[in-house]
């Protein structure tokens, strides 16, 4: 009870500070340029849930694919590679020599193989969100105490339970922390790909609120996007409070 009153008053505590800043910039740089924020607020309940609900839930299905793909596929691979040497040798300068690529440079090729629709803009979010979640797993999973896995299988566990109980709670906190950075890339690079080719998404919502020099509807689809970013946040914290309760017996 008393960790969730602290954790209240700090986003409390949050939203006045930069509520605060926004009003000095508002101040700052004209209302025309960047509305007080309640002048947004109260765009923002003027045009939800129609039309914003279905931009919001548009950009929320391809984040969701996404993360659900990419979880799927880098995770027992990213295991994989961090406990086998020779598949760490086979895979790992592929990896190297394609995570450091800004996977936006990749539109043009993921619209030509997976042509205009919604594939092409979740393939592109799960780049993103594969290479730091495989990334951090391998390393994750590589760096398991190997005394942790003798013990167990001292203890009669077999190989494959051994990736249950040991490397998995393990390898957890690093696969959380992936998440939040790949999360926060992956709505930029959603943003840019709904851009193209879409009538609906927070990014065509915002771009398309700026050729009309509608600059309040413009604002009031980056704070649509924000909350999704903060709502996805929120889920990935509380994910971890879930499965990762040990770390606040450590703590």
């Given amino acids: 009870?008393?960790?969730?009153?602290?954790?209240?008053?700090?986003?409390?505590?949050?939203?006045?500070?930069?509520?605060l800043l926004w009003v000095g910039l508002s101040l700052l740089l004209g209302r025309r340029i960047l509305p007080f924020p309640w002048t947004v607020v109260r765009r923002f309940v003027e045009l939800f849930p129609v039309p914003l609900l279905a931009h919001m839930a548009a950009s929320l299905a391809r984040v969701v694919a996404a993360l659900a793909v990419s979880f799927a596929v880098a995770l027992?691979?990213?295991?994989?590679?961090?406990?086998?040497?020779?598949?760490?040798?086979?895979?790992?300068?592929?990896?190297?020599?394609?995570?450091?690529?800004?996977?936006i440079a990749l539109l043009p090729v993921v619209l030509l193989v997976f042509g205009l629709g919604n594939v092409?803009?979740?393939?592109?979010?799960?780049?993103?969100?594969?290479f730091q979640i495989l990334t951090s797993v391998r390393d994750a999973a590589k760096g398991v105490d190997r005394r942790y896995l003798l013990s167990f299988r001292s203890l009669g566990g077999s190989r494959i339970?051994?990736?249950?109980?040991?490397?998995?709670?393990?390898?957890?906190?690093?696969?959380?922390?992936?998440?939040r950075v790949?999360?926060?890339?992956?709505?930029?690079?959603?943003?840019?790909?709904?851009?193209?080719?879409?009538?609906?998404?927070l990014g065509y919502f915002i771009m398309d609120s700026w050729t009309r020099v509608a600059y309040l509807d413009m604002y009031v689809g980056i704070m649509g996007l924000s909350l999704l970013g903060l709502g996805i946040f929120a889920a990935l914290d509380l994910a971890e409070r879930l499965l990762c309760g040990w770390k606040s017996i450590q703590g």
Avoid: C, H, N
């Avoid at 249950?164 to 709670?169: A, E, H, S």
């Fill in 1 to 19: 009870m008393t960790g969730g009153v602290q954790r209240a008053g700090r986003a409390a505590s949050a939203v006045a500070v930069f509520g």
């Fill in 76 to 103: 027992p691979l990213g295991i994989a590679m961090g406990r086998v040497k020779a598949l760490d040798w086979l895979l790992s300068p592929a990896s190297y020599l394609l995570f450091p690529v800004p996977k």
């Fill in 120 to 130: 092409a803009k979740v393939f592109l979010v799960m780049l993103v969100l594969f």
């Fill in 161 to 179: 339970q051994s990736i249950r109980f040991v490397i998995l709670p393990a390898l957890l906190p690093s696969l959380f922390t992936a998440l």
């Fill in 182 to 201: 790949g999360s926060g890339t992956a709505l930029a690079v959603l943003f840019f790909a709904e851009t193209f080719f879409t009538r609906f998404g």
